[in-house]
């Protein structure tokens, strides 16, 4: 395993030259274009690591996740989804068009940044805070890593310049599809998208959600069986945005990916695999990191179809 994952690397480090770091939230900018590195945890606890895979990245949208699991659990499956869709979606994944022309205005599904400002909204907390530490806390549970912390300087960012998805919580807040002080979940959103992770936190939280939601180093159920089940099926239809039915047929693994450059891939009751490259395609998905997963999937057969 070991040698394939080493050899998935280093055949595929030029495709970071065909890319570019993501530049809309300023302090991404400053991500290392040319890093790349993965990490597999297996159920069996096994660990294996390869090239830049000590780089610090901030979790971004691989943390839609998380905070679509929180939200299952403290509302159940009926009442998340008279909120948010489980279509996917073919617009970017800060798209605000299909708001207004869906009836219900729901939107699509709760991966792009519409339906995880809603998922966000749903997440059981009185405040921004309170949301923000249910979150954050099931992170630390999942990666087994209790100095999981936000990168501030990323978070400032975000705040300051997030008005795309301002306009996007304003728009969801005058459809009364979401609740509350809208700042407090945008806040909450900006805070949890700028948690700093490495590919190995981001692989255990995988192996957890590939382990039918049980941590393999304890084998305590972190995430009950049938939201863990949702949670795969949306990451298969929708976890890479816009190019979701491209990485089905190439990798063909449940799968999120975010603009720091991570990718988060589920192998069911195999793995939990991460790979880090910051330079994006034009769908704002790790350009090479997409290409060491189907490097993986041909090598160790991972395709679930
Ligand atoms: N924080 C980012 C945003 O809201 C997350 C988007 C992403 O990773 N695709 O724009």
């Known amino acids: ?36 590195g993965a990490c597999i945890f297996d159920t069996d606890c096994n660990i294996v690591l390869a090239g830049d895979y000590e780089t610090r990245f901030t979790i971004q949208s691989v943390c839609k996740v998380i905070t679509l699991i929180c939200a299952l659990i403290d509302n159940g499956k009926e009442n998340v989804f008279l909120k948010v869709g489980m279509e996917p979606s073919a617009d970017p994944f800060n798209s605000l068009a299909k708001l207004e022309t869906r009836e219900s205005h729901k939107p ?34 999942m990666t087994d890593n209790d100095d999981i912390d936000v990168d501030y300087s990323v978070y400032r960012s975000e705040k300051l310049t997030g008005n795309t998805n301002r306009a996007i919580a304003y728009y969801l807040k005058g459809a009364n599809i979401i609740e509350r002080n809208v700042e407090d979940i945008l806040d909450t959103y900006f805070k949890i ?78 793995m939990g695999i991460a790979v880090i490259g910051p330079s994006l395609d034009q769908h704002g998905n790790s350009i090479a990191g997409t290409k060491v997963l189907e490097e993986l999937s041909r090598e160790l057969k991972l395709s679930i179809f």
């Not at 976890?239 to 999120?256: I, M, Q, R």
């Open 1 to 36: 395993m070991e040698s394939i994952l080493k050899n998935a690397i280093k055949n595929n480090r030029n495709w970071v030259e065909l890319g570019q770091v993501a530049s809309y939230i300023p302090e991404l900018a400053k991500g290392n274009r040319d890093a790349l």
């Open 108 to 141: 699509l599904n709760p991966f792009i940044n519409a339906g995880a400002i809603v998922s966000t909204s749903l997440v059981s907390g009185d405040n921004g805070i309170e949301k923000f530490n249910r979150i954050h806390s099931m992170i630390k549970k």
């Open 193 to 270: 998208c700028s948690i700093e992770v490495t590919v190995k936190d981001v692989a255990k939280m995988a192996s957890v959600i590939a382990n039918n939601g049980i941590a393999p180093w304890s084998n305590e159920q972190i995430i009950p069986e049938e939201v863990n089940r949702i949670t795969k099926s949306i990451m298969t239809t929708c976890g890479l945005y816009d190019s979701s039915g491209e990485f089905c047929v190439n990798v063909g693994t449940p799968a999120k990916s975010g603009v720091g450059g991570c990718i988060m891939s589920v192998v069911p009751n195999r």
